[in-house]
């Protein structure tokens, strides 16, 4: 027997991990999203907080998937439900290319733009909302893209931690030793990798600044 | 007493700059009055766009006062000082996501218009400008340099500013181009009357657009003469500037039209 028999005899598990999945990944990037484009478009206009925040970001991302899973086991509120912990886990993963990102669309704005816009009398959230936001926008769905390819990858390891989604198949393969139930939860997570890319990257293109 | 002429569009009073140690503009005390064409004359360096920002507040001054309507701008309200001001600059600056009509039309929109008041304005001024209609639809980066100034141009005058300054506008044209730009901004000065504050590093663009030249040099003010006083003028910074610009200033400083 095959991966694909195998997956569609077990189709109704395939599908529901896939969602759980997509829920992990998904809220995780929405998260990351209210709370990284905000911290985005501030040290672009604060400097001097820039460095502190960036290196922050960074330092998260260099911390191994499954310590930060370990790590966050003993926080009372989040550790007694491992989807929780999961979501916080995937959402400080995802902060960094948002941040960066954010920061970096902002700054790449033509400052001739930015003069005028402000000789012309727009207020601070005109000036966001009308031409900076716009103008910077491709730039930070890109990060946003980025973002959501690493968790659709790490999200497997939520599994380690009991939180569901397709790592579990991944997790019991290994356990049984067994390459069709390993690649039941590659596969699909391959696929929701590649669809959240090309998806993310049409809107991206979108909002490309002719 | 004697009759008081009317009181200055812009004053300088005493106003430095001093940034990170360098004193960019040393003690300046100018007067701009209403309907006239003021060029800030200078090389690079001389400050003379500080100056123009100072106006407009992007910049503050370290000390003294600028006036305008003789109010002085450091107090007020400056979003309200900046709409009331239009800026040309010479990388234009356009909104690259926004049309040509949605450029023109950023201050009237901000400044809560009606769209029924916004859309023929916005054909008026792009008419104004030499610009045909159909070039409303156009992004930015459709257009060429020139075009694109006009354009920028347009986007200054949209809410009727009494004051407008004009950063080297026509600094990144080809010689073609910028000549007409100057022969239609004078046609367009005589009908609108604006106060204009032009920088320029350019003698024969100061001669032909100024009705007076305040000369710059180093953060201070040299000198400040009328075209044809200055070429003849015995200033050292003047001096060398006519000799650097060589013949045929004459028929600049007549305005191209003798």
């Known amino acids: 027997m095959n991966v694909i028999h195998f997956m569609l005899r077990n189709h109704t598990q395939v599908l529901e991990l896939s969602l759980e999945h997509l829920w992990l990944v998904g809220l ?61 886990a995937l959402t400080l993963y995802a902060l960094l290319p948002i941040i960066r990102n954010t920061y970096t669309g902002i700054c790449g704005v033509d400052s001739a733009v930015i003069e005028a816009a402000r000789g012309m009398g727009l207020t601070e ?32 390891i939520a599994a380690a931690i009991g ?8 997790f ?4 049984m030793v067994d390459d069709r139930v390993i690649l039941a939860g590659a596969i699909p997570a391959a696929v929701l990798a590649l669809a959240a890319d090309v998806g993310v990257g049409v809107i991206e293109r979108r909002l490309r600044p002719r | 007493m004697p009759a008081a002429s ?13 940034v990170s140690g360098t004193q960019v503009i040393a003690n300046l005390n100018l007067r701009v009055d209403r309907g006239e064409t003021l060029v800030l004359l200078g090389r690079s360096g001389s ?39 239009g800026y040309v600059i010479q990388e234009v600056g356009l909104f690259p996501h926004f049309t040509v009509e949605r450029n023109v039309a950023i201050v009237p929109k901000i400044e809560g218009w009606t769209s029924e008041r916004i859309q023929p304005r916005v054909q008026e001024l792009l008419k104004l400008v030499g610009l045909p209609a159909e070039l409303a639809s156009r992004y930015p980066h459709q ?18 500013p009494e004051i407008l300054l004009m950063d080297e506008p026509f600094g990144a044209l080809d010689p073609l181009t910028r000549d007409e730009l100057q022969r239609e901004f004078l046609a367009l000065q005589q009908r609108l009357n604006k ?49 650097a610009f060589g013949d045929g200033l004459e028929a600049a400083a007549n305005r191209g039209t003798s």
């Open chain 1, 28 to 88: 995780s990037t929405a998260f990351a999203i209210l709370i990284g484009v905000p911290l985005g478009i501030v040290i672009a206009h604060r400097p001097r907080f820039n460095k502190p925040v960036l290196a922050g970001a960074n330092i998260i991302q260099t911390i191994p998937s499954l310590a930060l899973f370990g790590f966050l086991l003993p926080v009372p509120w989040l550790g007694s439900r491992s989807d929780r912990l999961a979501i916080l």
């Open chain 1, 125 to 156: 959230s005109q000036m966001l909302f009308q031409v900076e936001l716009p103008l910077a926008a491709s730039v930070i769905l890109s990060g946003v893209r980025i973002a959501v390819v690493i968790s659709v990858g790490l999200a497997t």
């Open chain 1, 163 to 170: 939180a569901g989604g397709l790592g579990e198949f991944i």
């Open chain 1, 172 to 175: 019991r393969g290994l356990a």
């Open chain 2, 6 to 18: 009317e009181a200055p569009v812009i004053e300088f009073r005493d106003v430095s700059y001093t």
């Open chain 2, 47 to 85: 400050g003379k766009t500080t100056t123009l920002k100072l106006i407009n507040r992007l910049v503050s001054p370290t000390s003294g006062q600028v006036l305008v309507n003789g109010n002085p701008t450091a107090q007020g309200d400056v979003i309200q000082l900046r709409r009331g001001i």
């Open chain 2, 143 to 160: 257009l060429s340099g020139g075009q694109r100034q006009r354009v920028g141009f347009a986007r200054a005058l949209a809410a009727d």
């Open chain 2, 195 to 243: 106060t204009v504050v032009f920088v320029t590093h350019d003698l024969r663009e100061a001669l032909r657009l100024g009705s007076r030249i305040a000369l710059m040099e180093a953060g201070k003010l040299v000198t400040v003469l009328t075209p044809h006083e200055f070429l003849k003028s015995t200033d050292r910074w003047a001096a060398a500037y006519v000799k």
